[in-house]
Structure formats: C-alpha cells, structure tokens
Nanobody, 126 residues
Framework: QVQLVETGGGLVQAGGSLRLSCAAS????????MGWFRQAPGKEREFVAA????????AYADSVKGRFTISRDNAKNTVYLLMNSLKPEDTAVYYC???????????????????WGQGTQVTVSS
C-alpha cells in the first residue's frame, strides 16, 4: 500500500504561481512512476506530468509544457509540481498518483496508476 497526500492548492490570479506537494508513505520503495493529473468540473481526469522515481525522467502534457515543472525529493518521498504562468483553464482538482508495477507504457493514462491522493483544489481567477 502507498498513501499519498497532496497539499499546496489554493486561489491564485492568472499569471501567478503555485507549488503542489505530494507526500508518499507506506511501500514507497515499490514506486516506479509518480504522476500528476487534474480534473475540472464536467471533464475527464487528464494527465499533467509524470516523473520516474529513480531516474528522474519527466513527461508533460502539451498544455502545461514550459509552464509546469515536476520534481521529486527521494529522501522525503515527496513529489512537487511547480506551476507558473497559471491560466484560468488550469483550474481543477489536482491529484497525484503512483504506479507501483513499472508496467505502464506511457505514464499518461489513468489506468497505469494504482494509488491516488485525495486531490487539492487549484483555482485561477482571470
């Protein structure tokens, strides 16, 4: 089991920044990939960014590339999502997720992840 807790959401004006954190506990040594997803009202959950836990390789959705940065602190078992130049369309509940199988092919699909946090709300005002 892996437990994930997201923090750092809030209300910010367009153009502003936020940093989300996701603290992992439990069987964290079995984690291969950590991902961030988001879900806006009435929409499906969508991929935002992912990072391979050991190597640090990263992937981003086109909509956030160049604005968001995913990183991790292995010693703290924590993954971060630094969000700059925020836009109103970034408003959503943001979730972190863990892939503990290492079998995911893309790291971009919801089905590749086994554990999810409770989510943190990010609201960007225009």
């Amino acid at each position: 089991q892996v437990q994930l807790v997201e923090t750092g959401g809030g209300l910010v004006q367009a153009g502003g920044s936020l940093r989300l954190s996701c603290a992992a506990s439990g069987r964290t040594f079995s984690t291969y990939v950590m991902g961030w997803f988001r879900q806006a009202p009435g929409k499906e959950r969508e991929f935002v960014a992912a990072i391979r836990w050991r190597e640090g390789y990263t992937a981003y959705a086109d909509s956030v590339k160049g604005r968001f940065t995913i990183s991790r602190d292995n010693a703290k078992n924590t993954v971060y999502l630094l969000m700059n130049s925020l836009k109103p369309e970034d408003t959503a509940v943001y979730y972190c997720a863990a892939d503990v199988s290492g079998l995911g092919l893309t790291a971009r699909r919801v089905v590749e992840y086994h554990y999810w946090g409770q989510g943190t709300q990010v609201t960007v005002s225009s």
